[in-house]
């Protein structure tokens, strides 16, 4: 069974910085490894609904990202390590919730939470002064 596991989290002022990282290890219900697959971040926000904040194609030369975080945020991934990244700078409070990683179901995805089929627990970011 492919597991990801958050890290990287925690409380920074606003303005800072923070690098989240995805781990992955084992393998899918069809047999692949992590870099089989397109991985979504997330994020939900106290009482409010989850949505997508970025995800990176198999390869990596496909990206994307939500509005709100364009030009603060970067998505990388190192398949070598099965790891993914999200570098997010510039932070603001309003990027304080839950970031989940999650497994797309192909090698390409969206901001779809639709097109994820494996989550990660989670892990919480904070930005306040």
């Known amino acids: 069974q492919l597991q990801l596991v958050e890290s990287g989290g925690g409380l920074v002022q606003p303005g800072g910085s923070l690098r989240l990282s995805c781990a992955a290890s084992g393998f899918s219900a069809s047999g692949f490894a992590m870099d089989y697959y397109a991985i979504g971040w997330f994020r939900q926000a106290p009482g409010k609904e989850r949505e997508g904040v970025s995800w990176i194609s198999r390869s990596g030369r496909n990206t994307d990202y939500a509005d709100s975080v364009k030009g603060r945020f970067t998505i990388s991934r190192d398949n070598a390590k099965t790891t993914v990244y999200l570098q997010m700078t510039s932070l603001k409070p309003e990027d304080t919730g839950i970031y989940y990683c999650?497994?797309?179901?192909?090698?390409?995805?969206?901001?779809?939470?639709?097109?994820?089929?494996?989550w990660g627990q989670g892990i919480q970011v904070t930005v306040s002064s």
């Open positions: 999650a497994k797309g179901r192909a090698f390409l995805a969206s901001l779809g939470a639709e097109e994820y089929d494996a």
